[in-house]
């Protein structure tokens, strides 16, 4: 059941090939741009920080980085700033936002926590998926690696990974987002 | 101590398996802690990944709505069925090889478990190197051996199957399965030769330990065998000093008992003084003599001492009015078997009759012996402790024979002083006897004088009253010669065979006119055979005597008892006392009830002349004859009394076997008898040859007088008629004796009849105080009649004949 439960991926949805303008955040125009979309109460997603921690720092400066928390309409502040967004605040080089009632995660096709977009300077995406192995889960995996190789301008023919991580909507609002 | 340590110090296999057994024990004592300290740290690890759950993964999310996370499930599932099988093991099955195997397994697991709650930070795998490194505490590679190969089976699983949770990439190579394994691996080596080198160290602790242990054994071993001979010497020693002590006790004892013999004057003065030294020396607190009275066959009460400080008043007054039979109590079976008794608690002995008393008196121990006396017993010591003390057979032996030493002493001087008192009476009674011999013959002189005068008187002349009273005066004083001869034993006895029942009997009615109505006379004749050989006559008169004198004791009335019994008198009875034999004996006891006397006057009884009557009522003599009598009949006197209570005389005369001879009756003439034969009549002393020839003439006899035995033989020749009818003779004369006389004139006169006469007769005493029947005895002093009497019933004789 363990395995079962780890080792099962999130859902995806339909991510925009290009950057989205008019929105919150801005596309960095000199280095790649990576967004990743976070429950602010998901104990899985703390892996994921811990692999853009690591990402970010192979990345040497060339990824900008931007973590959005979910958080629901009429919710407080505090129910998002958690332990979760204190550590990605604290992550060199990264820009913690609000995704107050999954406003960007809907236009980003984002599904579950974890959920990883990497553009370049064009805004052309280079990479959607997971940087976990497996759910909550920290360690070597292929996301992670893909990500690098992007940003460092490797080759890499990993441009999609499955997402490890709590749903940052349930049933309900996804019925009603869709 | 171990069995193998029993075996030999110095014996190698026995300390190779000494060696063996404690690295086996030292080895489980570690994995028996091992196994409690993994039980313990696998309990701390499921609480631990329970926490880690709940901190790090409490919850899962979807939206904003949540469930509890797996993680937490698995935490509490997954770590207790990890944790629950391993502990259980370790602690209800501590040291065992499939515990430490399972508890292996079982941390492994709960690695895998504790890296997979933590989302698998890298630094939680160091659980896995710290539980290998907890495992080596076993010290048993094996148990690192299953640890590596459940981490590399865990790997080489998860990494066929899902290698992106292993390895991160998703089709990863088997060879970093090997890489992973390598690493774990790598810390196993030298885990592994970390626990051999331990093991070793263990090995060599253990023996050096089974060194150490064997050496302790040797030790101890020579340290018993030396503290053995040590308790055996010291053993020896104490027995030697135990020994010696009672060596130095029993010398002491003697050498006491010796001293105080030989200090003291008599057996009386000596006893107390024998009971204190033994008691002190032998630490006894009470001791009592008591000696044998044979005649009445009981132990009487002596002496009693005790230490100072002992209160036993009470047991030392009711032992003075005490007496035992022989074979009852504790005196008596000594007295009754002759040899010592000890009884370890008096209280607690059925045969002891004085229990009573000792436990009054805190008396427990007590030990009894007798004072030997020739072949019996003379008396028992006794002596009482406050203690309880068991026998001590050496100390029965010194005391029994320091009870012959003493039986020795109280021998010697009962018969030194009984020696004494017959010294004296026999030098009295010679003395009496000398002087009576004197004044027998002038007495009969007296008589036979005074008895002519008044024949050749006429009738009414004045001078027949003066003459009367002379011969009157001559009797009295003729009596007193008697009674000292018969004293001094010198008188001639009349033996016979009399039983004394019939004398005693035939006293009867004499005896109740002597003492009056007052005194109350019992008599009480033996039944068996009570014949003894005596002198009837004499028997008589130291019956009468006694009987006097018991009449004089009770003025006022009383009983008198007189008795006849049989008796046996033991050798030790009868050695007491020189002149006496030991035997069957009668006995005739007279006592009376009348005031009795005290020692010194039992003491001087009796001695002649001696009275306590007063000025002219008692000449002192009574009593000393009946000792002469008795004396020289064989017999014994003696006379217990206590002052107030009454006396016992007791004469013991030796028992013959011999039936009584009919006497012929004594024929009394009423006249003189006459004849006209020759007689020689020879004696020493003139006035008596004088009487008796003047008699003998006027009787028609013709006279031939002769002063001594060669005058008698010069007219024996002489005679013209060529005959002499009759030889009288005394016995006892200068030059020539009375017997020497008869035998000269029967070969001169072989017809010729011989009359013997003396006052005494020590002729008669080389003939052992018998008369012999075939000779012819007139004993002075004699009456004229009584001398015709002879005379001529010796001459009837011989013209019968």
Same mark, same amino acid.
């Given at each position: 059941m363990?395995?079962?439960?780890?080792?099962?991926s999130?859902?995806?949805?339909?991510?925009?090939?290009?950057w989205?303008?008019?929105?919150?955040?801005?596309?960095?125009?000199d280095?790649?741009?990576?967004?990743?979309?976070?429950?602010?109460?998901?104990?899985?997603t703390?892996?994921?920080?811990e692999e853009?921690?690591?990402?970010?720092?192979?990345?040497?400066?060339?990824?900008?980085?931007?973590?959005?928390?979910?958080?629901?309409? +009429?919710? #407080?502040?505090?129910?998002?700033?958690?332990?979760?967004w204190r550590?990605?605040a604290?992550i060199p080089?990264?820009?913690?936002?609000?995704?107050?009632?999954d406003?960007l995660?809907?236009?980003?096709?984002?599904?579950?926590s974890?959920?990883?977009?990497?553009y370049d300077?064009q805004g052309?995406?280079?990479?959607r998926?997971?940087?976990?192995?497996s759910?909550?889960?920290?360690?070597?995996n292929?996301?992670?690696?893909?990500?690098?190789?992007?940003?460092? +301008?490797q080759?890499?023919?990993?441009t999609?990974? #499955?997402?490890?991580g709590?749903?940052?909507?349930?049933?309900?609002q996804?019925?009603?987002?869709? | 101590?171990?069995?193998?340590?029993s075996?030999?110090?110095?014996?190698?296999?026995?300390?190779?398996?000494?060696?063996?057994e404690l690295?086996?024990?030292?080895q489980?004592?570690?994995?028996?802690?091992?196994?409690?300290?993994?039980?313990?740290?696998?309990?701390?690890?499921?609480?631990? /990944?329970?926490?880690?759950?709940?901190w790090?993964?409490?919850?899962?999310w979807?939206?904003?709505?949540?469930?509890i996370?797996?993680?937490?499930w698995?935490?509490?599932?997954?770590g207790?069925?990890?944790?629950?099988?391993?502990?259980?093991m370790?602690?209800?099955?501590?040291?065992?090889?499939?515990?430490?195997?399972?508890?292996?397994?079982g941390?492994?697991?709960?690695?895998?478990?504790?890296?997979?709650l933590?989302?698998?930070r890298? *630094?939680?795998?160091?659980?896995?190197?710290?539980?290998l490194?907890?495992?080596?505490?076993?010290?048993?590679?094996?148990v690192?051996?299953?640890?590596?190969?459940?981490?590399?089976?865990?790997?080489l699983i998860?990494?066929?199957?899902?290698p992106?949770? %292993?390895?991160?990439v998703l089709?990863? $190579?088997?060879? !970093?399965?090997?890489e992973?394994?390598?690493?774990?691996?790598f810390e196993v080596t030298?885990?592994?030769?970390?626990?051999?080198?331990?093991?070793?160290?263990?090995?060599?602790?253990?023996?050096?330990?089974?060194?150490?242990?064997s050496?302790? *054994?040797?030790?101890?071993?020579?340290?018993?065998?030396?503290?053995?001979?040590?308790?055996?010497?010291?053993?020896?020693?104490?027995t030697?000093?135990?020994?010696r002590?009672?060596?130095?006790?029993?010398?002491?004892? *003697?050498?006491?008992?010796?001293?105080?013999?030989?200090?003291s004057?008599?057996?009386?003065?000596a006893?107390?003084?024998?009971?204190?030294?033994?008691?002190d020396?032998l630490?006894?607190d009470?001791?009592v003599?008591w000696?044998?009275?044979? !005649?009445?066959?009981?132990?009487?009460?002596?002496?009693?001492w005790?230490q100072?400080?002992?209160?036993?008043?009470?047991?030392?007054?009711?032992?003075?009015e005490?007496?035992f039979?022989?074979?009852?109590?504790?005196?008596? =079976?000594?007295?009754?078997?002759?040899?010592?008794?000890?009884?370890?608690?008096?209280?607690?002995?059925?045969?002891?009759?004085?229990?009573?008393? /000792?436990?009054? /008196?805190?008396?427990?121990?007590?030990?009894?012996f007798?004072?030997? %006396?020739?072949?019996g017993?003379?008396?028992?010591?006794?002596?009482?402790?406050?203690?309880?003390r068991?026998?001590?057979?050496?100390?029965?032996? @010194?005391?029994?024979?320091i009870?012959?030493?003493?039986?020795q002493?109280?021998?010697?001087?009962?018969?030194?002083?009984?020696?004494?008192q017959s010294?004296?009476?026999?030098?009295?009674?010679?003395?009496?006897?000398?002087?009576?011999h004197?004044f027998?013959?002038?007495?009969?002189?007296?008589?036979?004088?005074?008895?002519?005068?008044?024949?050749?008187l006429?009738?009414?002349?004045?001078?027949?009253e003066?003459?009367?009273?002379i011969?009157?005066?001559?009797?009295r004083?003729?009596?007193?010669? !008697?009674?000292?001869?018969?004293?001094?034993?010198?008188?001639?006895?009349?033996?016979?065979?009399?039983?004394?029942?019939?004398?005693?009997?035939?006293?009867?009615?004499?005896?109740?006119?002597?003492?009056g109505?007052?005194?109350?006379?019992?008599?009480?004749?033996?039944?068996?055979?009570a014949?003894? =050989?005596?002198?009837?006559?004499?028997?008589?008169?130291v019956?009468?005597?006694?009987?006097?004198?018991?009449?004089?004791?009770?003025?006022?009335?009383?009983?008198?008892?007189?008795?006849?019994v049989?008796?046996?008198?033991?050798?030790?009875?009868?050695?007491?006392?020189?002149?006496l =034999?030991?035997?069957?004996?009668?006995?005739?006891?007279? @006592?009376?009830t009348?005031?009795?006397?005290?020692?010194?006057v039992?003491?001087?009884?009796?001695?002649p002349?001696?009275?306590?009557?007063?000025?002219?009522k008692?000449?002192?003599?009574?009593?000393?004859t009946?000792?002469?009598?008795?004396?020289?009949?064989?017999g014994?006197?003696?006379?217990?009394?206590?002052p107030?209570?009454?006396?016992?005389?007791?004469?013991?005369?030796?028992?013959?076997?011999?039936?009584?001879?009919?006497?012929?009756?004594?024929?009394?003439?009423?006249?003189?008898?006459?004849? %006209?034969?020759?007689?020689?009549?020879?004696?020493?002393?003139? $006035?008596?040859?004088?009487?008796?020839?003047?008699?003998?003439k006027?009787?028609?006899? $013709?006279?031939?007088?002769?002063?001594?035995?060669?005058? /008698?033989?010069?007219l024996?020749?002489?005679?013209?008629?060529g005959?002499?009818?009759?030889?009288?003779?005394?016995?006892?004369?200068?030059?020539?004796?009375?017997?020497?006389?008869s035998? !000269?004139?029967?070969?001169?006169?072989?017809?010729?009849?011989?009359?013997?006469? $003396?006052?005494?007769t020590?002729?008669?005493?080389?003939?052992?105080?018998?008369?012999?029947?075939?000779?012819?005895?007139?004993? =002075?002093?004699?009456?004229?009649?009584?001398?015709?009497?002879?005379?001529? *019933?010796?001459l009837?004789?011989?013209k019968?004949n």
């Amino acid at each position: 059941m363990i395995l079962k439960y780890e080792n099962a991926s999130g859902a995806v949805g339909t991510a925009p090939e290009h950057w989205i303008s008019g929105t919150q955040i801005a596309l960095d125009r000199d280095r790649d741009t990576l967004i990743m979309f976070a429950h602010p109460k998901c104990p899985c997603t703390r892996a994921s920080l811990e692999e853009l921690n690591r990402l970010l720092a192979h990345g040497n400066g060339r990824i900008a980085a931007y973590v959005l928390f979910f958080r629901p309409r +009429g919710y #407080p502040d505090s129910w998002t700033r958690t332990d979760l967004w204190r550590s990605a605040a604290a992550i060199p080089g990264v820009k913690v936002e609000a995704d107050v009632d999954d406003a960007l995660s809907r236009r980003f096709g984002a599904e579950t926590s974890g959920y990883v977009l990497l553009y370049d300077p064009q805004g052309q995406l280079l990479f959607r998926g997971g940087i976990t192995g497996s759910r909550g889960h920290a360690g070597d995996n292929v996301g992670e690696s893909a990500v690098i190789s992007q940003a460092t +301008g490797q080759k890499t023919s990993v441009t999609q990974t #499955p997402v490890y991580g709590c749903p940052l909507m349930n049933q309900c609002q996804q019925g009603a987002s869709r | 101590m171990n069995p193998s340590q029993s075996k030999s110090a110095s014996d190698p296999v026995a300390i190779s398996v000494r060696v063996a057994e404690l690295f086996n024990e030292q080895q489980q004592n570690i994995i028996r802690h091992t196994d409690w300290l993994m039980s313990w740290l696998m309990i701390f690890q499921w609480f631990f /990944a329970v926490g880690l759950a709940f901190w790090l993964s409490p919850k899962t999310w979807a939206g904003i709505n949540s469930q509890i996370h797996p993680h937490i499930w698995a935490a509490v599932i997954l770590g207790g069925i990890i944790t629950s099988l391993p502990v259980y093991m370790a602690r209800a099955h501590p040291g065992e090889t499939l515990t430490r195997q399972t508890v292996a397994v079982g941390q492994m697991l709960m690695s895998a478990l504790l890296i997979h709650l933590s989302g698998g930070r890298i *630094e939680t795998h160091f659980h896995i190197f710290g539980s290998l490194a907890i495992l080596a505490f076993y010290r048993d590679w094996r148990v690192l051996i299953t640890a590596s190969i459940v981490v590399y089976t865990d790997h080489l699983i998860r990494g066929y199957y899902w290698p992106q949770s %292993v390895y991160g990439v998703l089709n990863a $190579s088997i060879w !970093r399965s090997f890489e992973h394994a390598g690493w774990v691996l790598f810390e196993v080596t030298f885990l592994i030769i970390a626990i051999r080198k331990s093991s070793s160290e263990m090995l060599l602790v253990a023996e050096r330990q089974a060194n150490l242990e064997s050496l302790k *054994e040797g030790i101890e071993q020579t340290v018993t065998e030396r503290t053995a001979e040590l308790a055996k010497t010291n053993s020896a020693l104490l027995t030697e000093n135990v020994q010696r002590k009672k060596a130095e006790q029993k010398l002491s004892i *003697e050498y006491s008992v010796s001293r105080i013999l030989a200090e003291s004057p008599s057996w009386k003065e000596a006893q107390p003084q024998i009971l204190k030294g033994i008691g002190d020396i032998l630490n006894w607190d009470v001791g009592v003599i008591w000696m044998a009275d044979h !005649r009445d066959a009981i132990l009487r009460f002596a002496e009693i001492w005790s230490q100072l400080e002992v209160p036993v008043e009470s047991f030392k007054e009711k032992n003075k009015e005490m007496t035992f039979a022989r074979g009852i109590g504790l005196p008596g =079976k000594v007295w009754a078997s002759g040899e010592p008794a000890w009884i370890a608690d008096v209280t607690e002995d059925v045969g002891f009759t004085r229990a009573t008393l /000792a436990k009054k /008196a805190g008396l427990h121990g007590g030990i009894a012996f007798p004072i030997l %006396v020739g072949n019996g017993v003379g008396g028992v010591i006794e002596f009482f402790s406050r203690e309880v003390r068991p026998p001590e057979e050496d100390f029965l032996r @010194t005391l029994s024979n320091i009870g012959g030493q003493m039986g020795q002493f109280f021998e010697r001087k009962f018969v030194e002083e009984h020696l004494f008192q017959s010294q004296k009476m026999e030098t009295v009674g010679k003395l009496a006897g000398g002087i009576a011999h004197e004044f027998n013959s002038i007495m009969t002189a007296i008589i036979g004088q005074s008895e002519l005068i008044l024949g050749d008187l006429p009738s009414g002349n004045p001078l027949a009253e003066n003459a009367t009273e002379i011969h009157k005066a001559a009797e009295r004083a003729a009596t007193l010669t !008697r009674q000292l001869l018969a004293y001094g034993r010198k008188q001639m006895l009349r033996l016979e065979i009399l039983d004394l029942n019939t004398v005693l009997t035939g006293m009867e009615t004499m005896l109740h006119h002597l003492i009056g109505r007052n005194i109350d006379l019992r008599m009480i004749t033996s039944a068996g055979f009570a014949n003894v =050989k005596a002198d009837a006559g004499q028997i008589e008169q130291v019956i009468i005597n006694i009987v006097m004198n018991a009449v004089d004791a009770m003025p006022n009335g009383g009983k008198l008892t007189l008795e006849i019994v049989n008796a046996t008198l033991d050798s030790a009875y009868a050695s007491r006392f020189p002149e006496l =034999k030991a035997g069957e004996y009668i006995m005739l006891a007279i @006592t009376d009830t009348g005031a009795g006397m005290n020692e010194e006057v039992r003491a001087r009884l009796f001695e002649p002349f001696f009275t306590t009557k007063g000025v002219g009522k008692g000449t002192g003599l009574g009593l000393a004859t009946c000792h002469g009598i008795v004396k020289q009949s064989g017999g014994q006197i003696a006379a217990y009394s206590e002052p107030g209570r009454g006396t016992t005389f007791k004469i013991y005369l030796p028992q013959v076997q011999q039936p009584k001879k009919t006497l012929p009756p004594r024929i009394n003439a009423p006249e003189l008898p006459r004849g %006209v034969e020759t007689i020689l009549l020879v004696e020493d002393d003139p $006035s008596l040859r004088e009487m008796a020839g003047s008699m003998l003439k006027r009787l028609g006899y $013709s006279v031939l007088s002769a002063a001594n035995g060669v005058e /008698a033989l010069t007219l024996a020749h002489q005679q013209s008629t060529g005959h002499i009818d009759l030889l009288f003779t005394d016995v006892v004369m200068p030059h020539m004796s009375g017997k020497e006389l008869s035998d !000269r004139v029967h070969s001169l006169f072989p017809q010729t009849k011989i009359l013997y006469t $003396s006052a005494y007769t020590e002729n008669a005493i080389v003939h052992q105080g018998a008369l012999n029947h075939d000779v012819e005895f007139l004993r =002075k002093p004699f009456t004229p009649s009584a001398l015709a009497q002879k005379v001529r *019933e010796i001459l009837n004789a011989k013209k019968t004949n």
